[in-house]
Nanobody, 123 residues
Framework: QVLLVESGGGLVQAGGSLRLSCAAS????????MGWFRQALGKEREFVAS????????DYVDTVRGRFTISRDNAKNTMYLQMNSLKPEDTGVYYC????????????????WGQGTQVTVSS
């Protein structure tokens, strides 16, 4: 069974930085793409970024491109999201997700989800 555990959320002022981590366990083999999604209060969950198993391919939502960087270390079974120049609109619960196959931006194709970590950006 694949388990995902996020960490690194918190409260930060606008313009600040945070680094989220997602520790994975239960990958029986390679080939898992992973992604970050977020959900603001009263809004639907939205795609933030995704990364291929190899880490070579990445994708970002336009609103974070150039500010956020997704990466992974398969030796540590951990994925990261470096968030710089944070804005109040980045506030929400951030979830990591995993799927067997190529990276995608649609939440419904991901099979495994973490419990989420809160990110709050104050103005």
């Amino acid at each position: 069974q694949v388990l995902l555990v996020e960490s690194g959320g918190g409260l930060v002022q606008a313009g600040g930085s945070l680094r989220l981590s997602c520790a994975a366990s239960g990958f029986t083999s390679g080939g898992y793409a992973m992604g970050w999604f977020r959900q603001a209060l009263g809004k639907e969950r939205e795609f933030v970024a995704s990364i291929s198993w190899s880490g070579v391919s990445t994708d970002y939502v336009d609103t974070v491109r150039g500010r956020f960087t997704i990466s992974r270390d398969n030796a540590k079974n951990t994925m990261y999201l470096q968030m710089n120049s944070l804005k109040p609109e980045d506030t929400g619960v951030y979830y990591c997700a995993a799927r067997k196959g190529v990276l995608r931006s649609y939440s419904y194709v991901y099979d495994y989800w973490g419990q989420g970590t809160q990110v709050t950006v104050s103005s």
